[in-house]
């Protein structure tokens, strides 16, 4: 089987092929899962696709860039990676141009699945996920607890329309809060369905142009006080408390769009009015679909409940370890 090691500060390693995957800090030759992390940039060569690619210039600058390499990789195509690899990118559904990397060593046919962030649940606008069997998978299990189960998106969707409609006929001013990349656009395609006008802010709007060709984007312009009657305003979280409302002061009602609403307290730790199960991420029985789909002799789970999920797959008989903490320590032990 293909090795995979996390080494404490840079992250996960694959030593014969030569790759981090997502590391944390610069590396030598890198796979970018997606263009969350804001350390995207540093590696000398980074593998992506070519959204991800672009997603990278935009957001964070080519100065950052500038000296290094970043090659965007087709979907699903093998690609000859170092001496006796191929690699292959599928789309992984958590953001637009997300991707898992597939690996086959040549020499026996072992292969290996790394997730990265991902979910199986097909949204309005990251590309459908799309699994491979593969020996070793590596997988992402942010929501690897049972009770971590979302409502289907049409759900989610009727219950953010109709908070934004009941707001508008108080008079007052819906903001929706989500992060500008991914969980903005599944907020804009929402919007659109229901025909409301949007005020997006910067970091949202400066994506636009690589974006607008998804299905079911609006149209958004930048916040302005006094014409944003009727409007929808979309927020990255952390941005809220710098926006001047103007006149709309004590006049809005928000909500923040996230996996966490499915934890009660969820709502009184992101101070909003309301909160909405929208997330980008798997929760725990598409985790164990995956498993299904992937057939895997061996499991690593690495962020989130590592631990609790590779205990659920090792008491359904499959080999399973956390990459972050040391379960072989605790299986010993019992
Ligand atoms: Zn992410």
Not at 126 to 153: K, S, W
Not at 291 to 303: D, K, S, W
Request: net charge neutral; aromatic share 8%.
């Amino acid at each position: 089987m293909i090795e995979v090691v996390r080494r404490p500060r840079q992250g996960l390693f694959l030593p014969e092929a030569d790759l981090w995957l997502d590391p944390s800090s610069k590396a030598e030759r890198a796979f970018i899962s997606h263009a969350h992390a804001d350390h995207v940039a540093r590696n000398r060569l980074s593998l992506c696709s070519a959204l991800t690619a672009d997603l990278i210039r935009v957001r964070y600058g080519t100065s950052k860039t500038g000296a290094q390499e970043v090659r965007a990789l087709p979907w699903r195509i093998p690609v000859p990676w170092k001496k006796g690899w191929e690699i292959r990118l599928l789309p992984a559904g958590h953001i637009v141009g997300s991707a898992m990397l597939h690996l086959t060593r040549l020499s026996d046919g072992a292969t290996l699945l790394y997730t990265g962030d991902y979910k199986l649940r097909t949204g309005l606008t990251a590309e459908p996920c799309e699994l491979m069997p593969a020996d070793t998978l590596v997988m992402e299990t942010t929501f690897g607890l049972p009770r971590f189960v979302f409502p289907p998106l049409q759900a989610t969707s009727e219950a953010v329309l109709q908070f934004v409609n009941e707001t508008l006929a108080e008079g007052r001013l819906p903001i929706l809060l989500g992060y500008s990349l991914g969980k903005a656009q599944e907020i804009l395609a929402i919007l659109h369905q229901g025909g409301h006008p949007v005020m997006c802010h910067d970091s949202i709007l400066k994506l636009m142009p690589l974006l607008q060709a998804l299905p079911g984007m609006p149209e958004c312009r930048p916040f302005d006080a006094n014409s944003a009657q009727d409007h929808v305003l979309v927020f990255p979280p952390q941005s809220i408390r710098e926006l001047n409302l103007g006149a709309w002061t004590g006049k809005t009602r928000s909500a923040m769009l996230s996996g966490w609403a499915l934890e009660k307290s969820a709502r009184f730790r992101y101070r909003v009015d309301a909160m909405f199960p929208l997330s980008d991420h798997a929760d725990y029985p598409e985790l164990w679909e995956t498993v299904q789909m992937v057939r895997p002799r061996r499991i690593y789970t690495v962020h989130g409940h590592t631990l609790e999920f590779a205990a659920d797959l090792r008491r359904k008989g499959w080999e399973a370890w956390s990459l972050e903490r040391d379960d072989q320590l605790e299986l010993s032990l019992e």
